[in-house]
């Protein structure tokens, strides 16, 4: 009864609320018929060893096909999933998506691994280490260690011990852990020393400015300092041009991913891409030994 008092007076007191709580009712259902009609769909963004400008691999970042809006932007609809009963589902969904089309691409390459971006409920469902191994067990064609799991630094991490648990578990399984947008959280510091991590990523916002910001330029410095003290790679995200590919080298940074070298594209373009990448990459080098040479 005191519940439903409770429930009288939102509604007395707070229409906008109940309104609100509508429209994500609405909008979850929308993602829900989505999920079905198969409207979502995985792009994907390459990854780059700054030594030799070798792809690595590729970031599945998902996209929303919607029948009346166009593209979607994660950032339009993963708002209304988080803490939902969809946010598990959806991850799901990911997770296999992008496990098959990494496996598409295997058949060209077998060196080509694949991140995905794991919400901070779904790393920490109870049966989510069991489902890889199973899946993993299921499948031995697909190869663990070409796997990243990205988790977000910030939300990873309420119950840290247990994270660190299924973490280590997963790389136990063969899979590589990375801390995503590294630097934003509240405490990265202690993260950076209690989970399990394989690769540190540096968050764009340090690194969009680091050529004129002194302050940001610092910050990206020293995370890649500290990766390097605790010997795990670092990746710089948001690099949007050559010339901060070029200081991140410099800086001894390892690894860059941004618009500067390809934006996310869809898996059909992906290996089209990378065979002209490569073809680049070589004739560039070729072009530098000749020069030396002559
Ligand atoms: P993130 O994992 O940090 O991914 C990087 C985001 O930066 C992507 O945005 C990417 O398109 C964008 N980006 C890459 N290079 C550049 C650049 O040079 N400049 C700029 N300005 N942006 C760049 P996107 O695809 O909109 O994704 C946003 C966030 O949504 C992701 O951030 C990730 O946290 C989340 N997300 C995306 N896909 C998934 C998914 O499948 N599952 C989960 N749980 N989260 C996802
Ligand atoms: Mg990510
Ligand atoms: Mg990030
Ligand atoms: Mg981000």
Known sequence: AAKEKGRNQFHIFD??????????????MEISRALENEEFELYFQPQLRLDDSEVIGFEALIRWNHPDKGLLGPGEFLPAVANSHLEIPLGQWVLKEAIHQMNLWHEADESLAVSINISAPHLMDRSFADYLESYLHSHPDVRPGQITLEVLESTALEDTKRASNVLAR???????????????????LTYLRTLPVDVIKIDQSFVRNMLTDASDRAIVESVIFLAQRFDHPVLAEGVETMEHARALRDMGCNLIQGYGIARPMQAKA??????????????????GKHEQTS
């Open 170 to 188: 997963c790389q136990s399984l063969g899979l590589q852990v990375a801390l995503d947008d590294f630097g934003t959280g509240f405490s990265s």
């Open 15 to 28: 229409p906008g609320l109940d309104a609100h709580r509508r429209q994500r009712r609405n909008q979850l």
């Open 270 to 287: 992906l290996l089209p891409w990378l065979a002209q990448w490569r073809d680049q990459v070589s004739r560039h080098h070729s072009l």
